[in-house]
Each structure stands twice: as C-alpha cells, then as structure tokens.
C-alpha cells in the first residue's frame, strides 16, 4: 500500500520503518529539515534498538523514503498517518497546534480520496476537529475520511512492539476507511478492535493513564513495605499470579517518566476536567509520582546522614533503559534536588550522556561505572540498565568512598550485594532504617 507519515519522531520513524519492511512504500515527512537530511543520510536522529538496521533496508529497498513536505507526502499515499508530537501546555492540556497545521497542509494539497489516521496520542475529540479543519480547507468534492489508529509501542522495544502488538485499534466512520486499515495490518495477525473514533481516543488515554496509576500504586505499596519492613518484590509478585491484576507494571523504583506518562496523564486529567469530571484518582497518581523522586532522595539522605559535600554516584540518565530518551527523567529532579543539598554528582548513562549535554552544568560525566563509584560516598542507581546488572563490585567497593548502593530500580539482590560488604538499600525492600 501507499503509505505517508507525517512527523518522524519515536512513533512516526518506527512505524514507517516497520509498515516499509512489510512491503509497503512509505514516504515520510518532518516539519524538523535537520531530522530530514539526517535520515536520508542514514543517521538516526534517537536511538532506538534495531531501528537503524531497519531504516537502511528501507531506504536500500527504495520503499522508504524522506521528503521535505507535506505535499510531497500527499501527493502519492492514500493512508497518511499523523505523527506529530502533542507537547503539553504549561496548563497540562496537549498542544495541539502541529495536528491542526499539518492537517490543514494535508486537505489542501489533496485532490482525490485520503485516509487520514491519527496515530499521535490526542485528546478525545480531535477527530471531530481534524474533519472540521479538513473541511474548511479542502477542494470542493474531494472525499476523505479520518480515522484514529493510536499507537501503544513502548520507547527501547519499539519494534517488537509495533510487530507483534498486544491488540490494534481501529476507531473509524466508514466500510471503506476500515477496509485500509484492516488490509494494512493483515500481516501482524494481531486482535484487532474496530470501534468509533472518540473510543478509540479515549483507548489510547486510558491505557497509559491506567498504567501509570499501576506504578504509582505499588510505588505507594512500596513506602508501606518500607516502614514496616515487608518486600514489595513479593508483593507485587505475589499479587501478579492474580491474572486479573498481571505482574507487569508493578515494579516500584524512582517512578515513571518518559515522554508519554506524565504528559498523558496530566492531558486526561485537564479532558476530565473540561467535561465536567474530577478525575481524582490520576490526580493522586501524579502526584505520588512526584512525591517518589522525593522519596529516592531522602532515602540516599537517611543512608548517608548529610548530603552536603558527599559525593553521589548516579547509575543512568535515561527514563527507562534501551532508549536515550530524557523527557521527564526521574533523573533530572533527583540530580537537581541532591545538588540542591549540596552534594556531587557523577553519573553514567550507556545511551544518554549525549543528550544530557548541558543540562547538568555541575556533574561530573564518566566513561563507565566504575569511573562513577571512583571516590563516591553511594552509588544511586535511576535506571536499570542490562550493564549495571553484572558489575564487578569488589573493584567497585575499592573505588568507592563508603560502600553503599541506594537501588532506585531494586536490581540488585540484597543479600549477594550485602555479602559483599556494602550498605544496600532498595525502594520497599523493608530495608530503609536497617
Ligand atoms: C508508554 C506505554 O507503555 C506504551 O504502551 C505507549 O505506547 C507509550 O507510553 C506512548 O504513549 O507512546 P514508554 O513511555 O515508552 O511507553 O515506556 P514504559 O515502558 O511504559 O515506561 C514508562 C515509565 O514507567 C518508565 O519511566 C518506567 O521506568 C516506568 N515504570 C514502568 C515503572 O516505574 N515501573 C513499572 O513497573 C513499569
């Protein structure tokens, strides 16, 4: 099929690097001209496991092309997906400036029959107003039909994801706008849900909102096991066998962060709003998400008495491993707040360093973990990295100043590291006054 994504982002670049592998021809556009040229280069503007390897066959392929413009885009595609990033306002509500201008390019450079799909998360009710707009824009007769296909691929397993997705949602108006999306999608052999489109918004939302409120329920599990001394590992494992709850998503640590949670939630709760609804619960969620950096904070406070002048080894910058990603990091508030109390930061990240230029005038930046532990008072570790898992910690014992390890992300055992002679501490291992 004759695919066109406008808006090269995460969601954007994985999905037509994926729709052009099945066979299909995707031409791809970004309002972003450096992202453009770097990707007919070859370069990859983020990382992402895997994506490179399938951005060149793409382009090797001829099937995968960069274009500068809308139009070009419009020009021979009958799907365009929307892509573009939905930032959030100060107020929380998404911005949804770049949905309206790329739609208005799109109507008014179409001259027979599109399929236009948002697949960038939206609030409900954007469809209404991409038809309004695509309306007032169009060409006189110039059919068109819009419909919602939102995306749950997940940052560092986007590919997986996308492939073998857990179910795909179609939110459409017409036989027609169904019959192309089900087409497009035959290949993955996944459950797909055909619904209207403001459902299928509201998925979307809903979805990662509610699993945002799973994190922040075991992360508050997590405080309790902390005072009385229980192991929120167990519970949560112990709750997960339950098949209506699952284990995933139950894993405590510095909270969530990342370019969807935080600004989806914050945009639901402002939806609720707008239509009448006090969405307390995700006010709550948010809000113990929050409090958790805190949390982390105070713990490595509590374990080394005074901050002021002690030196912290911070293990990872990026949100959540395999990815480079720092948007709404738990690792920014949790350096600024220890800087704040005075103490040095060192830090480590496998991907992200690159992205953190800048953005910490004060910290030091180390080549590997152990460069980080070199004369550390603790070694605090933000994100879990698959190469923080298997360090040599008798070297890093040697390195450090004391030897202590606060475990934002409880990857390590307690009792192989304690053996080993160091202070450990996790998030709700019972441990924090030990
Ligand atoms: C999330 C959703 O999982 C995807 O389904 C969705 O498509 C995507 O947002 C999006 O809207 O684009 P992503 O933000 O890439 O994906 O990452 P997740 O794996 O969901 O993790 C989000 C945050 O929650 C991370 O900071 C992670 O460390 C944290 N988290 C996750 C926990 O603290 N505990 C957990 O048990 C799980």
Same mark, same amino acid.
């Given at each position: ?51 490179? +390897? ?63 799909? +948002? ?81 299928? +918004? ?187 898992? +298997? ?44």
């Amino acid at each position: 099929m004759n695919i066109g994504i406008i808006g090269a982002g995460h969601v954007g670049l994985v999905t037509g690097a994926c729709f052009a592998d099945l066979g299909n021809r995707v031409v791809m556009a970004d309002r972003d001209h450096k992202k453009i040229a770097m990707l007919k280069r070859r370069q990859m503007p983020f990382f992402e496991p895997g994506l490179e +390897e399938l951005v060149h066959r793409g382009v090797a392929s001829k099937r995968l092309t960069f274009v500068p413009t809308t139009r070009e885009v419009v020009t021979g595609s009958t799907l365009i997906f929307l892509c573009v990033g939905t930032p959030p306002r100060s107020s929380g509500e998404a911005d949804l400036t770049a949905v309206e201008d790329v739609t208005r390019e799109i109507a008014q450079a179409m001259r027979s029959y599109r399929l236009i799909v +948002e697949k960038s998360t939206v609030p409900v009710e954007t469809g209404e107003w991409i038809k309004r707009t695509c309306r007032l824009a169009i060409r006189r007769g110039v059919p068109f039909d819009v419909a919602s296909n939102p995306e749950f691929l997940r940052e560092g397993s986007a590919i997986q994801d996308f492939l073998h997705p857990d179910r795909i949602v179609l939110g459409v108006e017409t036989k027609r706008a169904q019959a192309l999306l089900t087409e497009l999608y035959k290949p993955l052999h996944a459950p797909v849900l055909v619904t209207d489109i403001k459902s299928a +918004e509201l998925i979307k939302h809903a979805s990662n909102s509610f699993l945002a409120v799973k994190v922040s329920f075991i992360n508050s599990v997590a405080e309790i096991c902390d005072t009385v001394g229980a192991d929120v590992v167990k519970v949560a494992e112990g709750m997960g066998f339950d098949k209506r709850i699952g284990r995933s998503f139950l894993d405590a640590g510095v909270g969530y962060g990342g370019s969807c949670f935080p600004k989806d939630v914050s945009a639901f709760i402002r939806i609720a709003e707008k239509h009448g609804h006090n969405f307390q619960l995700l006010k709550a969620a948010a809000a113990v998400n929050e409090a958790q950096r805190k949390r982390f904070v105070k713990r490595i406070a509590q374990t080394l008495w005074n901050l002021n002048n002690k030196t912290v080894g911070v293990l990872g910058l990026a949100f959540k491993p395999n990815t480079d990603d720092l948007r709404e990091a738990p690792s920014i508030d949790i350096i600024r707040m220890l800087e704040e109390e005075g103490a040095k930061v060192r830090v480590f990240d496998p991907k992200a360093m690159a992205q953190a230029d800048g953005f910490f005038p004060e910290v030091t930046f180390c080549r590997n973990p152990y460069e980080v532990a070199r004369g550390a008072d603790c070694l605090a570790v933000v994100t879990e990295w698959n190469e923080f898992k +298997e360090l040599d910690f008798s070297r890093i014992k040697k390195l450090m100043r004391q030897p202590v390890i606060v475990d934002g992300r409880n990857m390590y055992d307690p009792a192989s590291i304690r053996r080993l002679g160091f202070r450990y501490v996790g998030m709700g291992k019972g441990d924090a006054l030990e």
